[in-house]
């Protein structure tokens, strides 16, 4: 008897929905961002109001052809649609909002609003990416990857703060790669097209979609591979039909093309990038200064490398010009190892990790990058970062660097107790995430490197990896608070590439690792 009653109390348990608790996550991370509406916001802002007002004013056919504000439209026709598709509620709460010229740097709290919304709703497609690749892990790791990417602190910054869609367009990216490691090729394809026709910049990963789609779908005999291909390519043709063909009937496309790629703004948008140029800039800015005192006569570059646009051209006094063929070859060079992997063995489980490594060379290489960029393999390499111990310390080091070189973004001196915060307790989440995760994990690689018996367990990330995380610490107290009481406000360009400088040494380290696990796997 007392058995049937003990059995009958236990209950058992009930099974989790991951759906459900994954909306709670993306429910305390909103509570966050509605706080911070009234917070810094860019030029970016009236860019992206603007472009609503294009859309919303203007006929398709002239969409690229406006010059009424200096922020023309620049992304592919899809994210113009989506501009117009948020213009139709713009125009119900403010009409003001979506008027060409009455709407010009307008400011009211109905567009602070309605924008700031706008960008939190939009966040529901990377909640569904993420949903979407989490779905059949375990609940520890699934909860791992929710709080690295719903609560990335990159995203706030980028997305919330200084204001910008990237969450929507990573969601995008994340259904594409979900579909490829179920082995749903042409889904994933065919997201990934869309994804092209929403931002161009995604483009960089390209090469490895096609390697990995001809290779792991199409490369079944002659017939069977040709038709295949010929579907795949029928698909994307499709996608990029409906994207720009109004603009091919109005014999629009050269005039699109011209604004997607403003090639002569330079080799680099700002100067805090963290990527291979910032060395470059340096080594340029060491030589002039060395052959000036030594008599030769060096012509300073009157264009600013510490600006958010840069000039026309990009102003080397010594080194030659980088021009975007250069970039273009140098990042090819960099994904060839990866290529020449996703072709001998086009596994599924292995593709968010070459995409990632894809985003990274563009990161490095490219042509005037965006130190926003850096979410573009940072958000990926969330998903793998639970994957091994040498995953988690390789994504913790990465995700701090790369969230403190967003710091220049948030300039005013109100804001920069958020991102300090922001970037704090995004660390001690990672720290106590991976812990959990890894408690049990036994590090031989570490006991080997130091010669002990005794094999330690846990998250740990080395004495190298402190070093480098004290060191962004100094660079930053330095930099904020030692400058301006030793200096005062000359040089005030030192701090921001000293920063700038420490953070492309931890990108590039993360190019390197990446790399080697590419050529071991």
Known sequence: MEAQTTSKLKKPPKPSKPMTELWWFFAAAA???????????????????????????????????????????????????????????????????????????????????????????????????????????????????????????????????????????????????????????????????VLLCFKHLFAVAAPVYFVYLLRHYCWKGFVRGFWRLFILGAIVVAVFAVAYGPFVYHGQMQQVIHRMFPFGRGLCHAYWAPNFWVFYIILDKVLAFLLGRLGFNIQAPAASFTGGIVGDLSPFAVLPQITPVTTFILVLLALSPCLIKAWRHPRPVRITRWVAYAYTCGFLFGWHVHEKAALHFVIPLAIVAVQSLDDARHYFLLSTVSCYSLFPLLFEAQEYPIKVLLLLLHSMLMWLGFSAQFAKHISLELAKSEKKKDKEEGFVIGWVGWSYLVGILLVEISGQFLHPIILGDKLPFIPLMLSSTYCALGTMYSFIWQLKWILDS
């Open 31 to 193: 509570c966050v961002k509605l706080l911070l509406i009234p917070a810094y916001k860019s030029t970016d802002f009236e860019v992206h109001r603007h472009w609503l007002a294009i859309t919303h004013s203007l006929p398709l056919s002239q969409w690229y052809f406006d010059e009424t504000s200096p922020w023309t439209l620049d992304y592919p026709p899809f994210f113009g649609y989506f501009e117009r598709f948020l213009s139709i509620f713009a125009n119900l709460i403010d009409p003001q909002i979506v008027h060409l010229q009455k709407g010009l740097n307008y400011s009211s709290n109905t567009v602070l609003y309605f924008q700031r919304i706008s960008v939190l709703f939009s966040d529901l497609c990377l909640l569904y990416g993420v949903y979407r690749l989490t779905r059949k892990l375990d609940s520890t790791r699934q909860k791992l990857i929710w709080v690295l990417v719903v609560w990335s602190p990159m995203l706030v910054i980028v997305d919330h703060l200084h204001f910008q869609y990237n969450g929507f367009l990573l969601g995008i990216l994340l259904i594409s790669l979900s579909y490829l490691e179920e082995g749903r090729d042409l889904m994933g394809g065919l997201v990934f097209a």
